[in-house]
């Protein structure tokens, strides 16, 4: 079974003087996969400035605008409709061999192939004493581990917006054990890496009609590899496994590889900049 989603993003940007020349890149649309169909892509700014479409580095869409003119004042909106199927996030076996799986981590050729979402990070680097606040049990399987690690990393931060900045390391996520979705999954990502499971920082948008932490905006969560099932997600900031809800843009090794939005003003003064995110389910 599908469903018919519409999503609409806006950001309303201002600026104190004029702005004589400026860059943005946005990695914000629905990227296609088996379970993301028919994504249809509508993008306009307020200066009818064109858009450029192309692939980044990890394969996935990107829109590029460059006005030819100075201004103070941008709009930007963008609508995208697709179909989603149903996600069963267990549908796989549960009783597997894990003593297989765990051998197939420690082989050098799967450290190899898996290098880019094994490696540290600025942003999913563990402080100094603090790699044994959450421990893997040799005694459960990966999965159970790693739903176990879900659950530790939802209790530990306290959701809490404007204590942290999109650049904020783990020290002091983990120092103030306060902090929002990209915080919860940089230290999911750090603590499975640590423990030789791939792990890569995701960014999207969630089905917005189940009250689910993160909602409103963007959202972030987690997808890690697990030996004989695959990639699976898992959304540390509401405690649950990545499911129908859960609308992937794209994927990196942390938030700087999916910024949503990246850019360069050449102006002096202040800016003010409005965010929305609306997702709708029609089904």
């Not at 942390?254 to 990246?262: A, F, I, M, V």
Request: hydrophobic share 35%; net charge negative.
């Amino acid at each position: 079974m599908s469903n018919e989603y519409k999503i609409t993003y806006k950001t309303e940007n201002t600026y104190d003087n004029w702005v004589n020349n400026a860059y943005w890149q946005f990695l914000i649309i629905p990227m296609e996969n088996n379970t993301q169909h028919d994504v249809n892509v509508e993008f306009s700014n307020s200066l009818f400035a064109d858009n450029e479409y192309s692939i980044n580095g990890f394969g996935f869409k990107t829109i590029r605008v460059h006005p030819k003119i100075k201004f103070k004042q941008i709009n930007f909106e963008a609508q995208f409709s697709f179909r989603k199927d149903d996600i069963d996030p267990f549908d796989f076996p549960l009783d597997l061999d894990d003593t297989l799986a765990n051998e197939k981590i420690k082989e050098f050729d799967f450290k190899i192939d898996f290098e880019s979402f094994l490696k540290r990070t600025p942003l999913t680097t563990l402080p100094d004493g603090t790699s044994s606040i959450f421990i893997f049990d040799p005694s459960n399987s990966i999965f159970k581990n790693l739903q176990n690690l879900n659950h530790w990393t939802f209790n530990h931060i306290q959701f809490k917006a404007g204590v942290t900045q999109v650049d904020t390391e783990l020290k002091d996520v983990i120092a103030t054990r306060q902090g929002v979705c990209q915080d919860f999954t940089h230290l999911f990502c750090a603590m499975s890496r640590k423990n030789g499971i791939p792990a890569r920082y995701v960014s999207g948008y969630l089905n917005q009609e189940h009250g689910l932490i993160g909602d409103s905006q963007m959202h972030a969560w987690a997808e890690v590899y697990i030996p004989l099932v695959g990639w699976k997600g898992f959304d540390p900031t509401n405690n649950i496994m990545a499911n129908t809800n859960h609308i992937k843009v794209c994927h990196g090794k942390d938030y700087k590889d999916c910024s949503p939005l990246k850019g360069i003003i050449y102006s002096q003064g202040q800016n003010k900049t409005k965010y929305s995110v609306k997702v709708q389910s029609q089904q």
